[in-house]
């Protein structure tokens, strides 16, 4: 196969030989130079690395001979030799950049690193025996971690106990070998990642609430009154009237509940979803502009969920309408999914849904919407599922207060989703309180 201009030569090219007085050397190893020109490099070390090394730098030299260029890449260079931490730490601090040029969330950078390197030992440390990909290469040289066959292997195992975890390493080790190709660390041809299928990912099932259960969850939390999570009642019955994801739902304020009086004189109430909740250390619990994934939107309640949203307001009086409207017991402020999630644990051990979980209601909501309508794509507008990115126009060209954001309309279908229906008088309570 013929090289590329400017490619490094095959890997077992550069295998540098003992001679006789005890050096290494790599003799007349043939590459082509940027200009296309055959060229052949030399190399001599007192050790294999000292030669490789040697030879790299005589490899750059010889690269832009007979050409105009004179500028070195700006990108990190590296030799087959380096170790494969030398990559990762390289990759973490243009990630760190990005963060501080905002063209890259913290979140994100947070997810990448901790997808490479260890956790400090603690009690926020859940697993500490989680594969993290500094622990398993970061020791061996670019050369030795460039097998594909080696790769997949790992990968199948990781994704065994995490399947996410594996999905996330393969994306990552994805981008140190395109660092590598790019650092002249590896030929292109060497690339071991077009060859290693990520590890699939079994499809989630989903696990709505049957009516009965709808009802008798929500009467258990009513007769529960957990103290550490007061607003689940409310909480509850704003997730199963809307089926957003629960960190959404925690970032609601006031001012994001909203009446729209229609051209027929009927009045509706609607909802933005457009943020979410996340927690950092040392800053903690917070209102994040975006949602996990999508555009923002709007989504007309059923009048059961706004009655119960007013009525609460007019119960807790908010001093500013962007107040969040679930707030937790002690903070009075945002409420983080870890810790209704934790709420969770704690309540439904004697509920009638001994396995629930939040986003239980979420696949409740869609499951009805789509079973009721025959339409799935009403059900995945109700989810909040649109493109997820913005369109060219209205990224670049688009002024801000031109946008429109959709509203999604299935408040008909969502008032059979009614709890409080059945039975008892469940209003806003005062001893529900936060």
């Known amino acids: 196969m013929a090289l590329e201009p400017g490619e490094l030569p095959p890997k077992n090219k ?22 296309g020109e055959v060229v052949r490099t030399s190399a001599v070390g007192r050790t294999k690395k000292d030669c490789i090394d040697e030879w790299m730098r005589r490899f750059d030299i010889n690269n832009r001979k007979g050409s105009k260029r004179k500028r070195v890449s700006r990108r990190v260079q590296f030799a087959p030799t380096d170790p494969m931490s030398k990559v990762f730490a390289e990759m973490d601090r243009q990630w760190k950049q990005r963060v501080e040029d905002g063209t890259l969330s913290r979140d994100t950078h947070s997810n990448y690193h901790r997808t490479i390197y260890p ?23 670019i050369v030795e971690a460039a097998d594909a066959a080696d790769i997949t292997d790992y990968l199948d195992e990781v994704a065994e106990t995490a399947p996410s975890r594996a999905e996330m390493q393969h994306l990552v080790l994805g981008m140190a070998f395109k660092m590598t190709v ?8 060497d690339n071991p990642m077009p060859h290693v299928i990520c590890p699939a990912r079994k499809p989630t099932i ?19 009154r957990p103290r550490e999570g007061a607003y689940l009642r409310l909480y509850y ?13 925690l970032a609601v304020r006031w001012v ?28 903690g619990t917070f209102r994040h502009p975006n949602r996990k994934s999508g555009n923002p939107y709007w989504i007309v309640l059923p009048q059961w969920l706004a009655a119960e949203l007013a009525a609460e307001k007019a119960r807790v009086r908010p001093v500013s309408d962007e107040d969040p409207v679930f707030r937790g017991p002690v903070s009075q402020s945002w409420v983080s999914v870890q810790s209704a999630e934790d709420s969770v644990l704690r309540l439904r051990r004697e509920s009638p849904v001994p396995d629930f979980r939040l986003s239980d209601l979420r696949d409740t909501v869609a499951s009805h919407i789509a079973s009721l309508t025959k339409d799935d794509d009403r059900a995945s507008a109700q989810l909040g599922h649109t493109d997820g990115k913005l ?24 008032e059979l989703l009614n709890p409080l229906e059945v039975g008892a008088n469940w209003e806003s309570d005062g001893d529900m309180s936060v």
């Open 14 to 35: 550069l295998i540098p030989t003992k001679r006789e007085d005890g050096t290494y050397e790599l003799d007349r190893v043939r590459h082509r130079a940027l200009n």
């Open 182 to 189: 790019l650092g002249r660390g590896l030929p292109t041809s």
């Open 256 to 283: 994001d509940i909203a009446t729209e009086t229609l051209e027929d004189g009927s009045v509706r109430t609607v909802a933005y979803i457009g943020a979410t909740v996340r927690r950092r250390t040392k800053i």
């Open 391 to 414: 369109s060219i126009a209205q990224k670049y060209y688009i002024s801000a207060e031109a946008k429109r954001v959709a509203v999604v309309d299935n408040a008909d279908e969502l």
């Open 206 to 224: 989903p696990r709505p609430l049957a009516r009965p259960l709808q009802i008798s969850m929500y009467a258990y939390i009513v007769e529960a």
């Open 119 to 141: 956790c400090k030992p603690g009690p926020k440390n859940h697993n500490p025996d989680a594969f993290k990909l500094e622990t398993e290469m970061g020791d061996l040289s």
């Open 237 to 249: 019955l704003f997730l199963l009237g809307t089926g957003v994801r629960p960190g959404e739902g």
